[in-house]
């Protein structure tokens, strides 16, 4: 009897908590034997076997941990080179964060879609975090840090903030040259949650924090950016979200000498996908589709 085939059902078995529940569409008879199959062949119980049902025995548990990881490993693999051989095309339905991908991936879509006409895009703007397998999410986009397990990811955009305005606010109303000057200018403020008032940068050690105050609160990037492009007031960013506006000199960046210090929450920009799945032909163009994106800022 094949060895992994075995391993597939024990896996299945603990996670369902029965052989009939594991079953599916073969005989429980059948499950049951290929559990005692790789059991003679470890030579250890791996299931304790009660009228109350199925648990792990301690080296089954210890087993189970082992062999999952390798087992998804080996199964996205395969899905991986069989995916090499197909086409991309279909529905691939994707999670973005809403500034991200209005400012940078919406934009570049008709090249995407002109390298392959047949692919369907459903877009989801959202900068919650969602269950990708409950709300059937094929790839996504998330800020900051990730869970160590069931997700596959690749960096797109280390996080680092800036200050930037446009020139003609400037031409109005000075240019701050170091924190300071903040308070005398109308910050225009990002009001999620963990971010407050209160503007904080470090220069060769030293460490500075300024009251900001200005005419414009909320809690979407998007209003910021078009406010500041507005020629309303200077605002605290992600540099990735406005690269294209500072090479077209649209908006200026300031206070270059300090590094605006992170936020909780700030983190690097990632494509995630679920592991479970492996990573299929309309995944993998995607997320190579956004890797040339972001390497273009």
């Known amino acids: 009897m094949d060895e992994f085939t075995c391993i597939r059902t024990f896996i299945k078995v603990v996670e369902a908590g029965s052989f009939s529940s594991a079953a599916g569409e073969t005989s429980v008879s059948a499950v049951a034997r290929q559990v005692k199959s790789l059991e003679e062949e470890l030579g250890v119980r791996l299931l304790n076997r009660n009228t109350r049902g199925l648990s792990p025995t301690d080296a089954g ?32 339905r994707v999670s973005l964060r809403v500034a991200m991908g209005t400012t940078v991936v919406v934009p570049e879509l008709p090249k995407l879609l002109a390298q392959y006409p047949e692919l369907c895009l459903e877009i989801q703007l959202t900068d919650e975090r969602q269950d990708l397998i409950a709300n059937n999410i094929d790839v996504a986009v998330w800020l900051g840090h990730l869970p160590d397990s069931h997700i596959v990811a690749r960096r797109l955009s280390r996080s680092q903030r800036i200050v930037c305005g446009t020139q003609a606010y400037f031409e109005r109303h000075g240019v701050p040259h170091i924190p300071q000057d903040l308070p005398q200018h109308n910050c225009l403020l990002y009001t999620a949650a963990t971010f407050g008032t209160r503007w904080s940068f470090t220069k060769e050690g030293e460490y500075v924090e300024v009251e900001a105050r200005g005419s414009i609160r909320t809690d979407n990037g998007l209003i910021l950016l078009s406010s500041a492009l507005a020629d309303i007031g200077i605002i605290v960013v992600h540099e990735w979200m406005v690269r294209q506006h500072l090479a077209e000199r649209r908006l200026v960046k300031v206070l270059t000498d300090y590094k605006v210090n992170p936020r909780p929450g700030d983190a690097d920009l990632y494509a995630v996908w679920p592991s479970s799945r492996g990573m299929s032909r309309k995944v993998r163009a995607f997320v190579d589709f956004l890797l040339e994106a972001f390497a273009r800022l």
Do not use: H
Request: hydrophobic fraction near 35%; charged fraction near 35%.
């Open 61 to 92: 548990r210890r087993f189970y941990e082992r062999v999952t990881g390798i087992s998804n490993d080996l199964e996205n693999a395969v899905s991986e080179a069989r995916s090499l051989q197909e086409e991309v095309k279909g529905l691939l």
